[in-house]
């Protein structure tokens, strides 16, 4: 009897941990796409007066935001995942806009915070 309110309990401890990740992620995916908006804007006033598109680079915005956490990624990434990551994909990553960057960050957290649709029709 004791085994059965325990599995009870614990599925319940679950569903309340999974629902918090949930959030959370939702959370962080809506301040990401916020922040990728706001410099959205900016760059486009910025691009408006100087008569030409200007964009400001994923890697300036890091640069300028923690340079050192910028200068120790290459050498973390060659070392411990591959060393073909850095070159075509961490570069282009970095030379793309910073909202960019934060919108497709913002859009694929929102989509991981998703709960899943039941299925219609199936039954155990």
């Known amino acids: ?8 309990g614990a599925s319940k401890i679950d569903s ?5 990740i949930r959030f959370l992620l939702r959370f962080i995916g809506l ?5 990728g908006f706001i410099l959205l804007i900016y760059d486009g006033t910025k691009s408006i007066a100087a008569g030409m598109v200007l964009t400001k680079p994923f890697g300036e915005t890091w640069n300028d935001i923690n340079s050192n956490s910028l200068l120790l990624l290459q050498p973390a990434i ?9 070159d075509p994909v961490m570069l282009s990553i970095l030379t793309a806009p910073t909202w960019l960057v934060l919108g497709v960050i913002g859009i694929v957290l929102i989509l991981l915070s998703r ?10």
Do not use: D, N, Q
Request: hydrophobic share 50%; with cysteine; aromatic share 10%.
């Open 1 to 8: 009897m004791k085994e059965s309110r325990g599995v009870i």
């Open 16 to 20: 309340f941990v999974a629902t918090m």
């Open 31 to 35: 301040i990401c796409l916020a922040g």
């Open 78 to 86: 060659e070392r411990h995942v591959a060393v073909w990551l850095w």
């Open 115 to 124: 709960k899943k649709k039941p299925l219609i029709g199936y039954a155990r």
